[in-house]
């Protein structure tokens, strides 16, 4: 009996030991392995955690280009007025016709090819063309403006467009991430950033009503009429 509990203190005793030089020299050896066995006490960060990628797939397919024609005049030559180059070139100083593009940006409200965007974009248009995210182009024809809001409705033929879902405008807060898509300066479908800097802006003197969401995203020539949306995908 006394043989026995010998040789277990012994064991005990280098075990004891060998665990002392191991926690010394090597300390990492008696840490948990957590990552492998996926346990609980760390959380693992998905490298996609900060994407909007999601949100953007839902709603960019709901975004066209808009492009418009509209009729107008060269400019007239500065010597236009004077009889004697009126006497020999009279002709020339005629301000020919010539026609204008413009672009803008919708966004399809309905699977049935309604389209909503600024008035301004469209105002005066003779032609418009839509351009849907697939790259395919479709006439459009304007169902109803309204000047003093700056928006306009536009029609193109088709079904089961891909339509964009509204959201709830009085639910945002200042600080909310938003993203604008739209097709700025013509070179394509473009997604840019930023927050909800205030609610309710008025009296700026752009339209007679007036209750805008300010936002710091980036949004230049070509954006009007896009979308300005949350990054819930739900």
Request: aromatic content about 6%.
């Amino acid at each position: 009996m006394c043989r026995l509990w010998l040789i277990f203190s012994q064991s005990v005793t280098i075990l004891l030991a060998a665990l002392l030089i191991v926690q010394t020299l090597k300390p990492e050896w008696l840490k948990p392995t957590t990552e492998a066995s996926g346990a609980p006490g760390r959380e693992l960060t998905s490298p996609r955690a900060n994407s909007y990628s999601e949100g953007v797939n839902r709603a960019a397919p709901a975004v066209v280009n808009i492009y418009t024609t509209k009729a107008g005049r060269s400019a007239r030559h500065p010597f236009a007025e004077d009889p004697l180059f009126r006497r020999f070139f009279g002709e020339l100083f005629e301000r020919e016709p010539r026609r204008t593009a413009s672009l803008g940006s919708g966004v399809i409200v309905s699977d049935r090819g309604f389209i909503i965007t600024n008035n301004h974009v469209v105002e005066a248009a003779e032609e418009i063309e839509v351009a849907l995210v697939n790259g395919k182009k479709r006439r459009a024809k304007i169902v109803g403006t309204d000047p003093d809001t700056d928006l306009a409705v536009l029609r193109v033929d088709g079904a089961n467009l891909p339509a964009i879902t509204f959201g709830q405008s009085e639910a945002l807060k200042v600080g909310d991430v938003v993203l604008a898509i739209g097709n700025p300066f013509g070179v394509g479908q473009t997604v840019t950033m930023g927050i909800v800097s205030a609610l309710g802006r008025s009296n700026l003197d752009i339209n007679t009503y007036e209750n805008f969401i300010q936002t710091d995203a980036a949004i230049n020539p070509g954006n009007s009429g896009g979308a300005l949306i949350d990054t819930a995908v739900c």
